[in-house]
């Protein structure tokens, strides 16, 4: 018997408005998902989330489906859920993971990030991210009422689609690599970790890209987003794919 799989996603961004990315979660549950060793879900997770209070069908059903998942579940926070807490974790069963972590992934140490702290090269988002991690801030933002936090949420996304736009070619802005990883920043954090292996998220990039870290060959494999297809990462002890299905 083959060993079990262990199954990483990250950036579904799920809302309501989407039903066709839920269904595609919910049937990826029930099949690859029921059958992994474990489920690491880093980040983005859902496309906004006001707070653990924040309960209505939409997110308890997300809940529960998550709460019958019959295999270790892993949460990291993301730049649209960071406000993800311990309240949510107790109630799906899940593990809540500081970014970075660093797991033995079958044999293999392996960093394993959101991806968003690696964009150094976007100063702006860098300087919101700090204000948005803070503390303070954040503590000063649960005291708001549910209506108060879904008007901040809406005004910070239109502005973050304006940041993106703004930073694209077509729009008269800078090459859009500014969007994407700081390679350097990539190598400092493998070596400091002292690993050649990389998952992340964020970028909506997924592919493999092959690097040198302290002059050993390393890796770092990135997750896309679920739009048109979902993405997944499957892992044992033979290595690791970067999979996708069609989403209806």
């Given at each position: 018997?083959?060993?079990r799989p262990t ?74 859920d960071f406000l ?98 700081t390679p350097n ?64």
């Amino acid at each position: 018997m083959s060993p079990r799989p262990t199954l990483f996603i990250s950036d579904l961004h799920l809302h309501p408005a989407r039903a066709d990315i839920q269904q595609a979660f919910l049937e990826f549950l029930a099949d690859a998902a029921t059958s992994a060793e474990a489920l690491y879900i880093l980040g983005d997770f859902f496309e906004v989330w006001l707070g653990d209070d924040d309960v209505n069908d939409f997110n308890t059903g997300i809940i529960e489906a998550l709460a019958a998942l019959p295999v270790p579940l892993y949460l990291m926070h993301g730049n649209r859920d960071f406000l993800l807490g311990q309240q949510f974790c107790a109630s799906v069963g899940a593990t809540l993971l500081s970014d970075p972590t660093v797991i033995n992934l079958h044999g293999t140490p392996t960093l394993l990030m959101h991806g968003d702290s690696l964009c150094t090269a976007d100063t702006d988002y860098m300087q919101v991210r700090r204000l948005l991690r803070s503390p303070a801030f954040q503590a000063d933002f649960l005291a708001k009422s549910l209506p108060e936090r879904a008007a901040f949420a809406g005004s910070a996304r239109q502005q973050s689609k304006a940041h993106t736009q703004a930073n694209m070619p077509a729009a008269g802005g800078p090459a859009n690599d500014i969007m994407d990883v700081t390679p350097n920043e990539v190598v400092r954090v493998m070596s400091e970790a002292g690993v050649r292996q990389m998952i992340h998220g964020h970028t909506h990039r997924p592919a493999r890209h092959p690097l040198s870290v302290d002059n050993k060959p390393a890796e770092r494999v990135v997750l896309g987003d679920w739009d048109s297809h979902g993405w997944f990462i499957r892992a044992d002890a033979a290595g690791l794919s970067l999979e996708s299905f069609p989403i209806a």
